[in-house]
């Protein structure tokens, strides 16, 4: 008995240390936490990257962007919208079945007032379950890009927003604290543990998930701690203390690289960094002149002609940025290397052309940026103001984390800005409809041009490829001319990874675990 007692047990340490059985965590970070884990309140990529984890699409995105079937399995345009089949035997993480009734409940909260999603879905007039695993949406005219629309769009289990008193998005812009800002309910492969923002959220497998099995990813459990601080950051994943920085700073690649055990991973990102000027209000806000100098164009292009793109990309940029004209990057439906070409810096000629629109001696303006949420934001503000000060306007720099840099923009309450904008739909209606239309909800330049407001409208509708296609170049062509924004430049991503993980690298910097393996 007594050497039957022993084996048994030596069975069971050997059972419990064996590393088939160790659970596999993932340590990782970036500088800025998601703004809400409501999934339609707020259409920022690293909020969406996080919802993504816990809660899924009708149809989603690989890491190469090919869209893919998730929660509905195939689609079909008709003649008077889509027809989505509804993948069957899908459960939300509380054991609640999924299914039309929560694609009809999550579309309608996605179109409230409150949502930031509720441009990208405004074509759509109704939608009816067809029966409990198909869904019609009816579309005003046949929208050809639908389905590329819907890649961020969550669905919600209406049960739990209900009970939970979340039927409609919590309104971040006002700072308002709801149950789905900290709790979430999805069909996702991951659960979520625990949520402390700013600090650590925690996030477990989903045994129950439906595509158990079907991607190679075999992380355990994740845990994300955000850290603003660059050094701070790349000493976390120097000494072990994270397994993948999903931002480190641009400077240290080459370090991180030379470091045993380290690699580095870049990708030419769908992303532009840009500058807005509101050119719609009749007064500066913070401006040292009376009326506003945005409204002329001669100003705008001044503010064009001071940036010197290529400085920014040598010395701030480490070389990783495309120098651009455009606020949407190559890859998207609409960017031709023509509009693409950067404005050549001339600061003689900015300054004549503000002598032109009255303004001599120039003007002051504050310049509102974030510094927690894109490459080298702050630095590349604090380039931009000193390139200002060479053609007279004197630039009063307001650098702070984007959870209140966000609000400033929706709200309409700053006069230059600095914003980054990805284009998940790969098409230009997208930018078009938030940053160009009259009725954009991040059209904070105040932009108007009636027929870019047309041709707005008409692609959603139009079948004609190449019709299309000429009517978007037409659009970014008066854009050029009309000059909204100050674009920079298009980001590069780079990622920093311990060599014990692989992760694909994607041009949306979406993090995606269901392809993440630890070795």
Request: hydrophobic share 40%; proline share 6%.
């Amino acid at each position: 008995m007594h050497l039957k007692q022993l084996l048994t047990a030596s069975i069971i340490a050997l059972t419990v240390a064996s590393p088939a059985l160790a659970e596999n965590v993932l340590r990782w970070t970036s500088q800025g936490d998601a703004l809400t884990l409501d999934p339609h309140s707020q259409n920022e990529s690293p909020t969406i990257a996080m919802n993504g984890q816990i809660y899924e699409t009708l149809v989603t995105r690989d890491a190469d962007l090919i869209l893919r079937p998730e929660l509905a399995e195939s689609w079909e345009a008709g003649p008077d919208g889509w027809t989505f089949k509804l993948r069957q035997g899908v459960k939300f993480h509380d054991g609640a079945d999924f299914t039309a009734e929560d694609v009809i409940f999550s579309f309608g909260r996605a179109m409230h007032e409150a949502s930031d999603y509720k441009e990208q879905i405004k074509s759509i007039t109704s939608i009816e379950a067809i029966d409990d695993y198909t869904v019609k949406m009816v579309t005003d005219g046949v929208n050809p890009i639908l389905p590329n629309q819907l890649t961020s769009l969550f669905i919600m289990d209406k049960g739990w927003a209900d009970a939970n008193n979340v039927s409609v998005p919590m309104n971040y812009a006002a700072n308002e604290e709801t149950f789905a800002v900290r709790n979430a309910n999805g069909t996702g492969p991951f659960t979520l543990v625990s949520r402390a923002p700013d600090e650590l959220t925690v996030l477990a497998r989903n045994a129950n998930w439906w595509g158990e099995g079907m991607f190679p990813g075999n992380i355990d459990r994740i845990e994300y701690r955000p850290i603003a601080n660059a050094a701070t950051r790349v000493a976390a994943l120097l000494s072990g203390e994270v397994d993948f920085v999903l931002d480190p700073p641009l400077q240290d690649l080459k370090r991180i690289e030379a470091t045993e055990g380290l690699s580095v991973k870049t990708v030419a990102q769908i992303r532009s960094i840009f500058f807005g000027m509101d050119q719609g209000i009749d007064k500066l806000r913070t401006s040292n002149v009376d009326g506003n100098p945005f409204k002329d164009v001669r100003v705008r292009e001044a503010m064009n002609l001071a940036i010197d793109r290529d400085a920014i990309k040598r010395v701030v940029m480490e070389g990783l940025a495309f120098p651009t004209s455009m606020i949407t990057s190559p890859g998207v439906l609409g960017n031709t290397p023509e509009n693409d070409a950067p404005v050549k810096t001339d600061p003689e000629r900015a300054k004549a052309l503000l002598a032109e629109a009255g303004y001599p001696d120039g003007f002051t303006v504050r310049l509102d940026c974030p510094n927690d949420r894109y490459n080298n934001d702050e630095k590349i503000c604090q380039a931009a103001v000193s390139m200002y000060a060479r053609i007279g306007v004197t630039v009063n720099l307001d650098a702070i984390p984007k959870s209140q840099h966000f609000p400033k923009i929706q709200k309409r309450e700053t006069d230059f800005y600095m914003l980054g904008w990805g284009v998940p739909t790969l098409d230009s209606h997208y930018v078009f409809s938030y940053l160009l239309d009259s009725e954009g909800s991040w059209n904070a330049a105040g932009y108007n041009n009636a027929r870019v407001n047309e041709i707005t409208d008409a692609i959603a509708v139009e079948t004609d490829g190449d019709k299309r296609a000429s009517m978007i170049d037409e659009a970014w062509t008066q854009v050029k001319a009309d000059m909204p924004y100050v674009p920079i430049h298009h980001q590069v991503l780079a990622w920093g990874l311990a060599s014990t993980v692989d992760i694909p690298i994607a041009a949306d910097d979406a993090f995606r675990p269901r392809f993440a393996v630890m070795k």
